[in-house]
């Protein structure tokens, strides 16, 4: 029998005026596996596959809908357990510019 690990993740980089260039953290809860030797899958990958495609695709919708300014950079994964990519990551927002390249 075939069997699947997939795995989601959910980064993001947070600025605050004690860091201005952001710090990056794992967003609460990820990552999260599905496995499809465990319960409720029971060996069924197709099943494994869509759970995990879903848990992406909640978590990207969460991101795009989080109005929070001070999350300027929020990605989201989605890999087997081999390190090979389901769907490309999707990364809303990017880096903070450098406060004091700015103050110039």
């Known amino acids: 029998m075939a069997r699947s690990i997939i795995i989601v993740n959910a980064t993001q980089v947070v600025t605050s005026a004690q860091n201005p260039k952001g710090?990056?953290?794992v967003?609460?809860?990820?990552?999260?596996?599905?496995?499809s030797e465990?319960?409720?899958y029971n060996?069924?990958?197709?099943?494994?596959?869509?759970?995990?495609k879903g848990e992406f695709y909640d978590r990207l919708s969460k991101n795009y809908?989080?109005?929070?300014?001070?999350?300027?950079?929020?990605t989201v994964t989605i890999v087997t357990?081999?390190?090979r990519s389901v769907l490309p990551a999707e990364c809303i927002g990017?880096?903070?510019s450098d406060p004091e390249e700015n103050a110039e």
């Open 38 to 40: 465990l319960s409720p």
């Open 65 to 74: 809908l989080d109005t929070n300014a001070n999350r300027v950079m929020k």
């Open 27 to 35: 967003v609460s809860g990820y990552p999260k596996t599905f496995d």
């Open 94 to 96: 990017g880096y903070p």
């Open 43 to 52: 060996g069924d990958i197709e099943l494994t596959m869509n759970a995990a």
């Open 81 to 83: 357990a081999d390190g």
């Open 23 to 25: 710090l990056l953290s």
